[in-house]
């Protein structure tokens, strides 16, 4: 299912990016929905406002929405005073993660405003060309006021589309087959639907998110809001980055970190776990670069989990964008599992839920082919009252059911904690 992009698409709209003093970025959010957002420590980017927006679902999503992507950039106006990735044209992404039944979604925003090393600006789209405020304007355009954050005062936790009994037995069920050779890695995830009594302000999440979970992207479109500490891929001209993460401890009472970090380094799980996820990014990239390094693994330390993380550098050979590399890579071994297909085909069974846009690619690209796609992990698909958080676990031959529920539970402690709040 293809949707066609806004009509006013097909006109010539005008582009417009001039720098501004740094007011912040995620305070900037005037709405508790439709917010969009890739930021990290204070830098990236938000939007608001929709200029355009393109749908898609099934295994040609990657290509379609380049294809969209590039049509849509190439009929636009574009004074870019600012000549940085993430400044013109950019659309926020969050791609499913299934083929099927999936969906798929680029914004374009009306107003984006950045931060990219320590230089601000904001970026208009839509418009006339030419019609946009000049430098000397101060009030952002498209924002008449930023509404106030809300906080629920309350929330409760239900059983999702697959509860942890549930998902307990399906791990059993794959480590089973595991051991019987039919697949050497799989990730299995369940879901947890928290309700509050009042609708879910995006900003008051993604806040807590960046309060607490520094070093994390924290990310929302479309009502997909999460923190994620893992990039499938950043391209910055002809360099891209990826952080790859697999293999998982968590804080226990009376176990000092380093002791846990250094078990998590000597553990032959996890390291196997993260040997198939960043030999399964690499295969996929190499044939894309000329020079390809990989870093790790080292120990990341998050508050809620520590994982094993690996850090790989490449520089392309030729001009693929970072959505056709992104359908190379995806889904890596850190959310699918080795080898791939057998992988994905054990997940559809034994989940038997839609994981939506959980685990899929979510960031932005820009008019360059340039941008950002992390891993859509701790995160909510967030609705009204409701948010559905998801979380997943690694699994090879020797994983234990019971630690890897308490492991996914883990995972869910970053929007369990912002959506509750201080
Ligand atoms: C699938 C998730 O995490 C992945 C990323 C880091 C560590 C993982 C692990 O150790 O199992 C997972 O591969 C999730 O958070 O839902």
């Given at each position: 299912?293809?949707t066609?992009?806004a009509s006013?698409?097909?006109?010539r ?8 003093a740094?007011?912040g ?6 709405a508790?929905?439709g917010?969009?957002a ?5 830098a990236?980017l ?8 393109f749908?898609?679902s099934g295994?040609d999503?990657f290509?379609a929405?380049?294809?969209?992507w ?7 106006e574009?004074?870019?005073e600012?000549?940085?990735p993430g ?11 299934a083929?099927r039944p ?7 925003p ?8 320590g ?23 498209g924002?008449?006021e930023?509404?106030?954050v809300?906080r629920p ?5 239900t ?8 998902y307990r ?12 050779g ?10 947890v ?7 879910i ?6 806040e ?9 992207w924290?990310y929302?479109?479309?009502?997909l809001v999460g923190?994620?500490p893992e990039?499938?891929l ?5 360099v891209?980055?990826s952080?790859v993460?697999a293999g998982?401890?968590?804080p226990?009472?009376g176990?000092?970190?380093d002791?846990l970090?250094?078990a998590l380094?000597?553990?032959g ?7 198939y996820a960043v030999?399964?990014l690499?295969?996929a990239?190499r044939p ?22 690996s850090d790989v550098v ?12 992104g359908?190379a890579?995806?889904p890596?071994a850190?959310v ?11 997940i559809e069974e034994?989940?038997?839920?839609d994981?939506g846009?959980y ?16 891993v859509?992990l ?11 958080l998801?979380?997943?676990c ?7 059911p019971?630690a890897?529920?308490r492991?996914?539970?883990a995972?869910t402690q ?8 201080p």
């Amino acid at each position: 299912m293809t949707t066609a992009p806004a009509s006013r698409a097909r006109h010539r709209l005008g582009v417009h990016s001039r720098r501004v003093a740094d007011a912040g970025l995620l305070g900037r959010l005037p709405a508790p929905t439709g917010a969009l957002a890739w930021v990290r420590d204070g830098a990236g980017l938000v939007g608001w406002g929709e200029a355009a927006r393109f749908e898609v679902s099934g295994p040609d999503r990657f290509a379609a929405a380049d294809r969209w992507w590039r049509e849509f950039t190439a009929a636009l106006e574009v004074r870019d005073e600012v000549g940085v990735p993430g400044s013109g044209p950019v659309a926020f992404v969050s791609l499913a993660f299934a083929d099927r039944p999936g969906h798929s979604v680029l914004v374009v925003p009306e107003v984006v405003a950045g931060v990219r090393d320590g230089e601000a600006w904001v970026t208009t789209i839509g418009g006339r060309p030419g019609a946009h405020g000049g430098p000397r304007d101060t009030a952002l355009p498209g924002v008449t006021e930023v509404r106030p954050v809300r906080r629920p005062s309350s929330v409760r936790y239900t059983d999702g589309r697959f509860p942890v009994p549930a998902y307990r037995e399906a791990v059993r069920a794959a480590v089973a087959r595991m051991r019987a050779g039919e697949l050497a890695k799989v990730v299995l995830a369940h879901d947890v639907l928290a309700v509050a009594d009042s609708p879910i302000d995006e900003r008051f999440v993604l806040e807590g998110l960046a309060r607490r979970y520094q070093g994390c992207w924290v990310y929302a479109v479309d009502g997909l809001v999460g923190a994620t500490p893992e990039l499938l891929l950043r391209r910055s001209g002809a360099v891209v980055d990826s952080r790859v993460l697999a293999g998982t401890t968590w804080p226990r009472a009376g176990v000092p970190d380093d002791d846990l970090a250094a078990a998590l380094l000597a553990s032959g799980k996890d390291l196997a776990e993260h040997e198939y996820a960043v030999r399964s990014l690499t295969d996929a990239l190499r044939p894309f670069c000329a020079a390809m390094s990989v870093d790790g693994p080292s120990v990341l330390r998050l508050p809620n989990v520590s994982h094993l993380s690996s850090d790989v550098v490449g520089t392309l050979s030729g001009t693929p964008s970072l959505l056709r590399l992104g359908e190379a890579l995806h889904p890596t071994a850190a959310v699918g599992g080795t080898p791939r297909a057998a992988a994905v085909a054990v997940i559809e069974e034994l989940e038997g839920m839609d994981r939506g846009r959980y685990a899929g690619p979510v960031g932005w690209v820009d008019g360059n082919g340039d941008g950002e796609l992390g891993v859509a992990l701790r995160c909510a698909r967030v609705e009204g009252r409701t948010a559905r958080l998801f979380a997943g676990c690694g699994l090879v031959a020797d994983s234990d059911p019971d630690a890897e529920v308490r492991e996914a539970h883990a995972k869910t402690q970053p929007l369990r904690e912002a959506l509750e709040g201080p």
